[in-house]
């Protein structure tokens, strides 16, 4: 059976509180019957774990993260590398990359590509990355040493970020590429000379885990300064998610309307939006619940009453594809009000499953939250049609069934 094969997959970090859509399709590949072997590139950091990571059976196998700690690792691996079968091209293509980026993190993947290929898992028999910046970048590396074919989930990020020369490489050299978004899609079809092998799949939801709520939503109106509208809004604190944008939006509104606001979520720039909390004297009306595990965002999204996401495009490009957040919040009938950003928009439809602003506009997503905080009748019909929407088009055994697809007509 194609299934009883072994699939190595790369990651850039395993497990991540913030890539539960990627330990989702894990245990979605291995419920399917893929035997799998996990790579990360780095070792976690979280301090939580999503209840999936404890259902995935399979191995994870840690490359130094920076080679200087590992040396006799790394030793070990560079002088093995010179019998593998591949070791000629694997220096012709390096010394072609190294110009086009000259940096200690295109040797760092040279030696995590030379570690994966000594310690290879048993019985791997394809590579396949999690990202097409730097995991694929290690995945290309060790199958042009080992000769084992690859192929790669591409995102958001990962596409934005990377230079044209490197994306037209990588999916020329990759069997096939499969991303999460139409924007992402046509971005890499862009780049491709065989646009057949780009694949569009959205990621979808394990339903299961977020079944529907019987939960009802109130009929809160921002009148009642006891009884205030409930925001909620989860995300890491980095510029791409426009927490800044929404912390102003909320200081334009009206001071006689009644509402509060958490923020679900670690990340870099924490400190920096509550000293801007501060300075917009927001400080009362908003709490700052950190990193969540699954099952307590989830009890978050069924008693709020309201759900916004003010993604952006970053200074240096990086941008979400299509949020996991929105998408687990519409399972649960909760409203949202989120950008024109990327794929957003493939998922909500203006005023007719959520409210679709255009990002960077501050004045213009504070008419939307006061609109939707003022009716709960209009965020009631929202939540309604956006449940609907993801129960229907976002099963992520959908996206299981064509990745196992793409796999078996290509072994």
């Known amino acids: 059976m194609h299934k009883q094969k072994k699939i190595v997959v790369v990651l850039k970090g395993y497990p991540r509180l913030s890539e539960t859509f990627i330990a989702q399709e894990l245990l979605g590949l291995e419920n399917a019957g893929y035997s799998l072997a996990l790579i990360s590139m780095r070792r976690p950091t979280d301090t939580k774990r999503h209840p999936v990571h404890d259902e995935i059976k399979a191995p994870v196998l840690y490359l130094p993260e920076y080679l200087h700690e590992e040396p006799f690792r790394v030793l070990k691996a560079a002088l093995t590398s010179f ?8 220096w012709k293509q390096f010394f072609r990359d190294l110009p086009r980026d000259f940096s200690r993190n295109r040797v760092r993947r ?9 310690e290879w898992p048993q019985n791997g028999e394809w590579l396949h990355a999690h990202f097409i910046h730097t995991p694929a970048s290690v995945t290309a590396y060790t199958s042009l040493l080992t000769n084992i074919p690859w192929t790669c989930s591409a995102h958001a990020k990962d596409i934005w970020t990377s230079g044209d020369w490197d994306l037209k490489q990588k999916v020329a050299q990759a069997r096939w590429v499969v991303t999460c978004t139409k924007a992402g899609y046509d971005h890499l079809c862009s780049m491709s000379q065989e646009p057949n092998r780009i694949h569009l799949s959205y990621h979808g939801l394990d339903l299961a885990r977020f079944d529907h709520s019987t939960i ?8 009642d300064p006891k009884n205030p509208v409930a925001i909620l809004s989860v995300g890491r604190a980095v510029e791409k998610k426009g927490f800044d944008v929404l912390l102003k939006a909320l200081s334009l509104l009206p001071k006689d309307l009644h509402w509060r606001f958490d923020h679900i979520g670690g990340g870099e720039a924490l400190g920096k939006l509550k000293s801007l909390a501060g300075e917009l004297s927001l400080v009362d009306r908003v709490s700052w619940k950190g990193a969540l595990a699954q099952e307590e965002v989830l009890d978050h999204y069924r008693r709020a009453d309201l759900f916004t996401l003010a993604c952006r495009v970053a200074r240096d490009g990086d941008r979400d594809g299509l949020p996991n957040v929105l998408v687990e919040a519409s399972s649960q009938a909760l409203a949202c009000i989120s950008t024109s950003v990327s794929g957003v928009p493939e998922l909500l439809d203006n005023d007719v499953n959520g409210l679709v602003v255009p990002p960077e506009d501050p004045t213009v997503l504070a008419q939307a939250l006061e609109r939707a905080i003022r009716d709960p009748a209009l965020r009631k019909r929202l939540g309604a049609a956006a449940e609907t929407r993801v129960r229907t088009q976002f099963d992520y055994h959908a996206s299981i069934r064509q990745l196992s697809e793409m796999f078996e007509t290509e072994w």
């Open 83 to 90: 019998f593998q079968p591949g070791v000629k091209g694997l």
């Open 110 to 118: 040279l030696g995590q590509a030379m570690v994966l290929a000594r």
């Open 216 to 223: 009802e939503r109130s009929e809160r109106d921002g009148s």
